[in-house]
């Protein structure tokens, strides 16, 4: 039997979840929400970054995940044996970091002393890195605020300076008032979508991830000729506006493709990055969690 773990945030596995795709290649498939997951402790985003999603990948939780960029660095500075089976192209548009209009903050420099809200140990604590660093800041000249799903309303009301949003909760607080782009993800860096799983999953079970890979390639196809469709998948499961989920998701990438050197440079300097801000107690090599001929699998499917 198969696990693999989903959740919305993943939203091409969200949306394989709900279809039945996978499931006429591996019917004894099981999937597992890993928000039914044991939570675990959870560090102060001054000191680590939370590792549940690739720990769960060794501890029986599940064999096969989709994630953000932050995640599976994560998973190798806990000394976890991964190997990265695809990427998404960018998803530049999907967020970025914003203030209020006249709060006086106009770009990164000025979080100097600031509280930023962000969902941290996902792709935002990365854009947000990047970001401080390009004005010349560390994770030490800010507080971060581990908000969750709670960023906007947080800024809205004040008890925040800053926020690494995305869609659909950027449209949320769009609606209330025209937020301040401090800098865009594009330019910084690509913000793809993931997927990884062990290195002897991989390699005992290339069958297993070619159906996978090719039942999401299926599925993110239909995704992108029907987005509406889609997002109702996703309206429905945590109530916010279908109109909203519809435009996230027509300003994201659909499709794997397979993992390329630009991306791993790319994900060596965020790895970097969080070692040297104390984020990730050592240092990793990316590219140690590359397989080169998975390629061949991607490109078959």
Do not use: C
């Not at 675990?40 to 989709?66: C, K």
């Not at 000394?79 to 770009?107: E, F, K, Q, T």
């Not at 801000?277 to 050592?282: E, H, K, Q, S, V």
């Amino acid at each position: 039997m198969t696990r693999v773990g989903f959740f919305p945030h993943n939203n091409s596995l969200w949306v394989l979840r709900h279809r039945g795709v996978l499931e006429r290649s591996l019917p004894d498939v099981e999937w597992v929400d890993l928000r039914s997951l044991p939570a675990g402790a959870r560090p102060a985003p001054t000191q680590g970054l939370p590792s549940l999603h690739g720990d769960h990948l060794f501890d029986g939780g599940y064999d096969f995940i989709g994630t953000g960029s932050t995640p599976p660095v994560t998973a190798q500075a806990r000394g976890h044996d991964i190997v990265y089976v695809a990427i998404s192209g960018p998803r530049v548009d999907n967020g970025r970091l914003v203030a209020l209009p006249g709060s006086g903050i106009d770009s990164p420099a000025d979080l100097a002393g600031k509280r930023v809200a962000l969902g941290h140990g996902s792709w935002q604590t990365t854009l947000l890195l990047l970001a401080l660093d390009r004005a010349g800041l560390t994770w030490r000249d800010i507080e971060p605020v581990d908000a969750g799903a709670e960023g906007a309303q947080l800024l809205l009301d004040g008890k925040v300076d800053a926020w690494t949003g995305s869609y659909p909760a950027l449209a949320a607080l769009e609606s209330e008032t025209e937020p301040r782009t401090l800098i865009e993800t594009e330019g910084l860096f690509s913000h793809r979508s993931l997927w990884f799983t062990r290195r002897d999953f991989a390699v005992r079970h290339r069958d297993v991830l070619a159906a996978i890979v090719a039942a999401l390639q299926e599925s993110d196809a239909w995704i992108r000729a029907n987005p509406r469709e889609a997002a109702a998948l996703f309206a429905a499961d945590d109530g916010d506006d279908l109109d909203a989920w519809e435009h996230a998701l027509r300003g994201r990438p659909f499709g794997l493709l397979p993992v390329g050197d630009d991306f791993v440079a790319e994900q060596q300097r965020a790895a970097d990055l969080l070692h040297a801000n104390g984020l990730l107690d050592r240092k990793i090599t990316v590219a140690d969690a590359v397989l080169p001929d998975l390629a061949d699998l991607i490109a078959r499917a």
